[in-house]
């Protein structure tokens, strides 16, 4: 079963800790109380990077801190590579922000880590947070905050602010997963159905979907046949979309009648969940409920 | 990005896949009979969309004057929500049967999956399942041409080595251009088991293109085609009109919150313009892309105000502001009200510098949408006044 309960004291590594995003993230994500304990960089000059440790490979940082987990920080071009040394180098979770991977590189990455039990999170995620613990990747803080929703979200923007408008009405999150909007990826909502049902911290699920592919569907199927339990409630974006038009996200690609807002939103309904049209809607609907057990 | 059918079967005869032979006609080109290969042809509006020949679109002409005529008649014309700009004129195939074959990606299996029938052509989705044969393979050639000899094998007659050798080239197709669907329906077979596309519809993964300098070469060629996969390989964002018609210009980031607000505004009746996902991420201090933007918005002759939205996760709203409020005087031919919503990093800042500009600024998305209508209809009222 997937596992995304890191903590405060989960080691981290940050792969590409010397490129302008690596070095920004890590230092956010070390304010928030990531246990951040080297970078990997093959930049010979640089040996720390605001008191991190710098390593020239993902088996020397590994060997050197006891790391377990990564951020890859790197470019499209340059992930599978950077993973398939995460991978080697034992890492078990590895979060990859980076948008715009290949697709044929996303599978070979998928069969890698599936095969060596590594739980990839991304590409093209914002990463993952245990609020008010640790946070891998770049969810922003105001958006974080401890509470009683497991969250997973396809599209970061959109959690960012129903995360926003719900943090602000009191209502946080128990474990937050981005797990990106590329088609082909590490982890899918369907993987996160066991660890959220048996969570004690997780009172109801939020899944934030978009138009395209087939996630919000597999999600529906999953639900019914894990006989899921806890309250669930979805806002999916790109209802008025054209057929046909990819818009951003490759995966937003609707093919045919699958992938559709009315296909996603009605399999989700016969699953038990609440799916909401407008963010308005969807922050009332939480709050009514979250209202209603007190 | 979805080709059109004559680049897609360009770019299989140059891989050594049989397709009949044919030409392009966009709508500025003279007829040349020199091109022509011989009668009879087909004239097929080039449209990225499937069912053309139930759209009217697909003619058969028995005279170079039909040609003419028929490619007239479709060149300008809309159908499924598209203008037909070209038409491909290829030699009719007779006497074949009908075939069908598709590789794809299939994201929940994680691997590639080929599907094969003895039975195509238009109406392959009424085709029974037990003719339809697929199985997903991993993404390396050993094991696709494995699996695609295994499918073969159960297809009956001159179809089993028809489908074999197709599929092993296509297979190497769509490793090599990193493709994510390819599909041939009909695959035509002869009796004699010669076998050639008769239509094909290839997806190509836009986020491998600086790998690919075949793809990236067509898509130089041919960028009126695609103009949205050209607009992201020229400037590394996405921007799309979504209503020519529309009145509101939005300046937003992320895919699916700015799809969000597309859903929002039109269901409170508004009507936004475009779509748009900046990443105000890779601005990189430079007011070039938000100039981009702000002049192309400014070709919609009914955008009235202009929207912007942005929660900034990483990006620095004061960094944000101060290009907007530089850019906004360097894209000087949209001239409409500007309302902002801005919230996250940096937001003192930004409400400094947008205070000085004469822009207000709003942290509730509803109250930046009620001030969007309040622009829109004191437009109208005025407009119907000087009228």
């Given at each position: 079963m997937i596992n995304p309960r890191v903590d405060r004291n989960t080691p981290v590594i940050v792969q590409g800790i010397t490129g302008r995003a690596g070095r920004l993230h890590s230092r956010q994500m070390r304010a928030y109380g990531t246990n951040i304990v080297g970078g990997v960089s093959?930049?010979?000059?640089?040996?720390?990077?605001d008191g991190t440790p710098v390593f020239r490979s993902c088996e020397e940082a590994v060997r050197a801190t006891g790391a377990i987990a990564s951020v890859a920080l790197v470019g499209a071009m340059q992930l599978l590579d950077a993973m398939r040394e995460a991978v080697a180098a034992g890492i078990q979770y590895l979060v990859t922000p980076t948008e715009g991977m290949p697709v044929h590189d996303a599978l070979k990455a998928r069969r890698l880590t599936r095969d060596a039990g590594v739980t990839w999170i991304g590409a093209s995620t914002p990463g993952m947070a245990v609020p008010g613990n640790a946070k891998l990747g770049f969810l922003p803080d105001d958006s974080l905050k401890a509470g009683p929703l497991g969250l997973m979200s396809k599209s970061g923007t959109l959690s960012y602010e129903a995360g926003y408008r719900l943090a602000q009405r009191g209502i946080g999150q128990s474990v937050w997963v981005g797990v990106g909007g590329d088609p082909v990826k590490g982890t899918c909502f369907p993987d996160l159905v066991p660890f959220f049902a048996s969570d004690a911290q997780t009172e109801a699920l939020l899944i934030i979907g978009e138009i395209g592919g087939h996630d919000e569907e597999d999600l529906a199927t999953t639900l019914k046949a894990e006989n899921f339990r806890k309250p669930a409630f979805a806002l999916i974006a790109g209802r008025s979309a054209a057929e046909g038009v990819a818009m951003g996200h490759a995966g937003a690609l609707v093919y045919g009648s699958h992938g559709t807002f009315e296909g996603k939103r009605q399999a989700l309904a016969d699953a038990g969940v609440e799916v909401f049209s407008t963010l308005g809607e969807l922050v009332e609907g939480i709050i009514s409920h979250f209202r209603c057990q007190c | 990005m979805y080709l059109i059918e004559h680049d897609a079967k360009e770019l299989l005869a140059e891989h050594g896949v049989p397709v009949p032979a044919g030409c392009l006609l966009d709508?500025?080109?003279?007829?040349?009979?020199?091109?022509l290969p011989p009668g009879p042809w087909l004239i097929k509006g080039q449209i990225?969309?499937?069912g053309r020949g139930k759209a009217g679109i697909i003619r058969e002409a028995v005279t170079v004057a039909e040609i003419a005529d028929h490619a007239r008649a479709m060149l300008g014309t809309r159908v499924k929500g598209q203008r037909v700009d070209a038409v491909r004129v290829e030699q009719k195939v007779s006497g074949a049967a009908e075939a069908y074959l598709g590789l794809l990606i299939d994201p929940a299996a994680g691997g590639v999956r080929v599907i094969m029938s003895p039975r195509g052509g238009v109406d392959i989705e009424t085709v029974a399942a037990m003719h339809i044969q697929s199985e997903v393979s991993p993404p390396d050639i050993e094991s696709l041409c494995a699996c695609v000899r295994r499918l073969a094998a159960a297809m009956p007659g001159v179809m089993a080595n028809a489908l074999r050798d197709a599929g092993e080239r296509l297979a190497r197709i769509f490793l090599d251009c990193e493709t994510l669907l390819i599909e041939i329906n009909p695959l035509f077979v002869h009796p004699d088991g010669r076998w050639a596309a008769g239509d094909a519809k290839i997806v190509t993964d836009d986020n491998a293109l600086p790998r690919q300098p075949m793809l990236r070469a067509l898509l130089d060629k041919r960028s009126a085609c695609y103009p949205e996969t050209a607009l992201k390989a020229r400037h590394g964002f996405d921007y799309m009109v979504v209503d020519p018609a529309g009145e509101i210009g939005l300046l937003t980031t992320g895919a699916g919150l700015s799809m969000m607000l597309i859903d929002e505004l039109r269901q409170a009746g508004l009507k936004p313009y475009n779509f748009l996902d900046?990443?105000?991420?890779?601005?990189?201090?430079?007011t070039t892309r938000l100039v981009h933007v702000l002049d192309w918005i400014s070709a919609?002759?009914?955008?009235?105000v202009l929207l912007i939205n942005i929660f900034a996760g990483i990006t620095d709203l004061g960094e944000f502001t101060r290009l907007l409020v530089a850019a906004l005087p360097e894209a000087p031919r949209l001239d409409v009200p500007v309302v902002a919503r801005l919230i996250g990093n940096g937001l003192p800042a930004a409400r400094k510098i947008l205070s000085k500009a004469g822009i207000r600024l709003h942290t509730d998305l509803d109250e930046a949408v009620a001030e969007v209508r309040s622009h829109i209809e004191a437009r109208t009222s005025q407009s119907h006044s000087s009228a």
């Open positions: 093959q930049k010979i000059e640089e040996r720390e990077v | 709508d500025k080109v003279v007829f040349d009979g020199g091109l990225r969309a499937g900046i990443r105000t991420g890779g601005l990189r201090g430079e919609g002759t009914n955008v009235r």
